[in-house]
């Protein structure tokens, strides 16, 4: 089993509309969440952390369940430049920064 | 640019070959980061440095697999007897100690290999 599982997707999304999807993590003890987003053969970016309280960023949000061991993520208002695969991201370890355990990704293709 | 660089951007090897990949990571980071992707998955850890000292390998680094960071400064990803399943985008990243990673950690473009 993976630590961290995604939904691959592809979520086809037309252009203005709401779209949102989950990632789950098997270890209980993970530390710190983000959300990180890849553009084809690009090198992956951060788009936010994850807390607990959840959080926003712009047309973006981003909650963490512990009790259920899974982080989402919801995108309001898709732009076509919003097409891209985000990864879902976890730090398991308090003293190993940066090393993270990435999901395999979520594609997102924003349809005009 | 100031931002991690990494050489070659791509790479064409005969299976059976050796390669090597530098990354020159952001000035004043001392923390260096080793991650491979392969097609469909998400960034896979291989292994970091904190300085010169390389602190934590996966067991995904097997023996054909070597990083060094001699000088604390930029470091090298050599890959010996190259296979067909080590075709990967091999990213480097960069990050100060003292900051929760993930939002600290900053990505090379990556080094695109491909093993024929």
């Known amino acids: 089993r993976k630590e961290v599982e995604q939904d691959p997707g592809p979520f086809n999304v037309p252009e203005g509309a709401t779209v949102a999807f989950n990632c789950t993590y098997s270890?209980?003890?993970?530390?710190?969440f983000f959300w990180y987003r890849q553009d084809c053969r690009k090198e992956p970016k951060l788009l936010m952390s994850v807390y607990s309280s959840g959080n926003e960023d712009g047309r973006f949000t981003a909650q963490l369940n512990r009790a259920s061991q899974y982080i989402s993520l919801l995108i309001r208002d898709s732009k076509l430049s919003d097409s891209a695969t985000y990864l879902c991201?976890?730090?398991?370890?308090?003293?190993?920064?940066?090393?993270?355990?990435f999901g395999a990704g979520t594609q997102v293709v924003v349809t005009p | 640019d100031t931002g991690v660089s990494q050489n070659p951007r791509h790479k064409i090897t005969k299976r059976g070959q050796n390669v090597t990949f530098r990354c020159d990571p952001i000035?004043?980071?001392?923390?260096l980061y080793w991650y491979r992707q392969t097609l469909g998955q998400g960034p896979e850890f291989l292994t970091y440095f904190q300085n010169e000292a390389q602190l934590e390998k996966s067991r995904l680094l097997s023996d054909r697999f070597s990083a060094e960071r001699p000088k604390g400064s930029f470091s090298t990803l050599e890959i010996q007897r190259t296979e067909q399943g080590d075709s990967a985008m091999y990213l480097c990243?960069?990050?100060?100690?003292?900051?929760?990673?993930?939002?600290?950690?900053?990505f090379g473009e990556g080094s695109w290999l491909t093993v024929v």
């Open positions: 990243a960069s990050s100060f100690p003292g900051a929760p990673a993930g939002n600290t950690i900053y």
């Open positions: 270890n209980s003890a993970s530390q710190s």
């Open positions: 991201v976890v730090n398991e370890a308090t003293d190993s920064w940066g090393k993270l355990q």
């Open positions: 000035s004043e980071h001392n923390r």
